[in-house]
């Protein structure tokens, strides 16, 4: 018997039969602790989970496929029923499962996935030759870390349910593994190709998809900051398939919609997932998860791998076997280190928070004007590489770090003047010189800082420049249906007056500080007088 859900966002939602022992298993229960967004820290209210978002798409799901397969009268024609039902149980499982794999902490844990293992993984189990030639043709891993993770681990534990036909549309909707028009697949896949197509597109876009139209709607109306309102049922109602390089089209009625639901990615990526405090605390939980993998992580049992997230988990030493792992497991494991660890300190204790020197990109453009390849940008780089891989042992920029780089110099002084070959001596001095560039500016950041009674006590994190999706070859190619007019299909440069020239990618920075005994703050221009001096290298 079906079950009905309420959503705050949809209303009542219903769940067929044949989905209800997937929900109900541990696997899918277990995204009831995964917290959806990094936002919690300047929108308390953000305390929606991976659970209600993944109902959330597969409800959009269930609506598009509907309206897509209505919009295109031809696919009845070509596809028996059974197939038409195939490819609609497939798809919307894989709306359902898409985010099974999300490790604790959603995006900011994932990044310590294997991804190379499970990727091959992934193809292996999926075990269909054209989805390994359209993957090696790409040249690169496609999907995200925690997409192939959540592929992977769906496949193995409801691959009956899936059927095994069906892995390779199932993993390709997941990853966004797009069909290549131009292969003679089977007989069967070249029949449903264009539904294929148009299948993954729906679910995994380079623009809009049922997945950024949930986590836009949902992640404002939870978290409570104004956003642009989305009539998804107006845009859903407007999808159908597209015979060209681009394999969905909307209806000239959802063109409106389609420029809110740009706008409204564009406000959530710019001006929260970018804000500097939500960066901080992410930065925070990755040098917590880094210290506790070193701490417990062994060639045989990872804490974030695919067995954690499962009911047989892994064995940590001294912990125990930690299974079906969540943010409150990696929490939990690392409070037992608060009195070691200055990073938990400060994520437990808001007062030990840094302070970002300049609060947007907007205020770093007035005080800087450093490009993507300048010199003393690739020292910044290379700065926060050390810092978040641990490399001298600390998580910030301070005495420890300072010290370790002259360590480092005079560690390599020694080596060249062994060595009697002249080119080996030449690359070492090259390595002194960039040393002691970083040496003097950090010796003038440290000057300043104590100077004013600051701690010297840095991080930094560097951010691409805003970049608009109105700017992407894809969304200026998105195929708009007139039916009034000739040829019928238009783009969407053609049909939209939104500015669609493109701008030149860029990177740039924040850089955080810990306030002094008096809470006194950093003087932001005088500061940045000292980092533009220091940048002449």
Known sequence: MPKTIKDPIYGYITIEDRYIDIIDSVYFQRLRNIIQTSYT???PSALHNRFTHSLGVYWLGS?????????????KETLTKSELENTKNTFIMACLCHDLGHSPFSHTGE???????????????????????????????????HEIMSALLSIEEFGEIIGKNNFSLFAR??????????????????????????????????????????Y???????????????????????????????????????LSVLESVLTANDMERRWIQSHPVILYESYLIKTIIREISCKYN????????????????????????????????VLCLAKMDYETSDAVKEYCDRSLRRHPVWKSEAEFSLLFDFKKNDAFFEIIKKWEKNLLEGTYGVYSINDTFYDCLKKELKKLNKQQRSFSDRSKKSTFKKRMTKLKVELEILKDIKNYLTSHSIPFDLVIIT???????????????????????????????????????????????????????????????????VLRKAAIV
Do not use: H, W
């Open 298 to 329: 062994t060639p045989d049992n990872e804490l974030l791998s695919l067995p954690a997230l499962t009911k047989d988990g892994v064995v940590l030493n001294d912990v125990g076997r930690v299974r079906l792992v969540s943010d409150a497991d």
């Open 41 to 43: 820290s300047i929108y």
């Open 463 to 529: 951010q691409q420049q805003f970049k608009s999706n109105i700017y992407k070859p894809a969304f200026k190619e998105l195929p708009i249906g007139f039916k009034n007019v000739s040829d019928g299909i238009k783009q969407m440069s053609d049909a939209s007056f939104l500015p669609l020239d493109t701008k030149e990618d860029n990177i740039f920075f924040y850089m955080y500080y810990r306030r002094n005994k008096d809470n006194n703050e950093i003087d932001v221009e005088e500061f940045s007088k």
């Open 173 to 214: 909707c997941i990853i966004g593994l797009q069909y290549d028009q131009n292969v003679k697949y089977s007989s069967k896949e070249r029949k449903c190709l264009s539904l294929y197509r148009a299948c993954v597109e729906l679910l995994n876009s380079n623009i809009i998809d049922v997945d950024k139209l949930d």
């Open 111 to 145: 990044k310590f996935y294997n991804i190379n293992y499970i990727n091959d993984k992934l193809v292996a189990i999926v075990s269909n030759k054209y989805y390994k030639n359209d993957l090696e043709k790409e040249q690169t891993i496609v999907g995200k870390e």
């Open 63 to 75: 609506l598009s496929f509907e309206s897509l397969v209505n919009n295109s009268p031809g696919i």
């Open 216 to 254: 836009l709607i949902r992640d404002s109306y939870m978290s409570g900051y104004s956003s642009v309102a989305i009539d998804y049922q107006r845009l859903i109602n407007g999808v159908f398939i597209n015979e060209g390089s681009s394999p969905v089209g909307y209806l000239k009625s959802s």
